[in-house]
């Protein structure tokens, strides 16, 4: 039987939950997910959990948050004058905006608070902090 190990490219179907069980992804209704292991394209705890596994078994495992998305960083929320914000944008809590970066990239942010003197931008993953519990089936191994 085969086993994951690293290099190896696999096919895993997922579930994943917070700790009071609410499912914030699955992959059960979709093609399954895809990756290297040990390439760094999943959250490492995740990786390390499909690492060691059996074609057909199934995991269920419980990843802290620095092993995820990492801790919350209150130093990833700014505020900005409304005026720094596009004039075609009328920014609304919840609303997701991309920041520019002067190197050309960008930074995915959520609108978290609005007001006449500022808008909150939050730019942690709306994971962050949070332990995550995954059911990870391992479905194939590369040949």
């Not at 609410?22 to 990756?35: A, G, H, K, M, N």
């Not at 809590?93 to 931008?121: C, F, N, R, W, Y």
Request: a negative charge; hydrophobic letters at 35%; proline letters at 4%.
């Amino acid at each position: 039987m085969s086993i994951a190990k690293n290099g190896d490219t696999v096919r895993v179907h997922y579930t994943g939950s917070l700790t009071d069980g609410t499912v914030f992804d699955s992959s059960r209704e979709r093609e399954p997910l895809s990756f290297q292991v040990g390439a760094g394209q999943v959250i490492a705890g995740f990786n390390d959990a499909v690492e060691g596994m059996n074609v057909g078994d199934t995991v269920q495992v419980t990843i802290e948050a620095k092993d995820a998305y990492g801790d919350y960083r209150e130093d990833f929320v700014i505020s900005v004058n409304p005026s720094d914000i596009p004039e075609e944008i009328d920014p609304e809590v919840g609303m997701e905006l991309q920041l520019h970066q002067e190197d050309g990239g960008s930074i995915p942010v959520k609108v978290t608070a609005v007001s006449e003197e500022a808008v909150t931008l939050d730019a942690n993953h709306p994971l962050a902090g949070k332990d995550l519990s995954f059911e990870i089936e391992l479905m194939e191994i590369a040949e």
